[in-house]
């Protein structure tokens, strides 16, 4: 994973973000699992989703989901996400 997704001081904590995860059994998991390891991206707290979700930064199994996250964001012209997603599906 790379340091600039990493908070500095983020060793230790809980979550302090609601993830919005529905119970891991639910079919749609891992597409609300990805896009909240991609959000919490975005402002420095991949750490903590991990911790959240269970998954971790580049999980191939999450890769369909965060392909479309990706052109969601090109169409949304969101270059953050773009950015970040890119990054997760190297």
């Given at each position: 994973?790379?340091?600039?997704?990493?908070?500095?001081?983020?060793?230790?904590?809980?979550?302090?973000?609601?993830?919005?995860l529905?119970d891991?059994?639910?079919?749609?998991y891992?597409?609300?699992?990805a896009?909240?390891?991609?959000?919490?991206a975005?402002?420095?707290?991949?750490?903590?989703?991990?911790r959240?979700?269970?998954?971790?930064w580049?999980?191939?199994?999450?890769?369909?989901y965060?392909?479309?996250?990706?052109?969601?964001?090109?169409?949304?012209?969101?270059?953050?996400l773009?950015?970040?997603?890119?990054?997760?599906?190297?």
């Amino acid at each position: 994973m790379s340091m600039a997704f990493l908070r500095d001081d983020a060793e230790g904590e809980k979550p302090r973000r609601n993830y919005g995860l529905p119970d891991k059994a639910d079919p749609d998991y891992d597409r609300v699992a990805a896009r909240a390891l991609l959000e919490a991206a975005r402002v420095g707290e991949t750490e903590l989703a991990e911790r959240a979700t269970g998954s971790y930064w580049g999980e191939p199994g999450l890769k369909p989901y965060v392909e479309v996250i990706l052109h969601e964001a090109e169409l949304a012209g969101d270059d953050r996400l773009e950015q970040v997603a890119r990054r997760f599906l190297r």
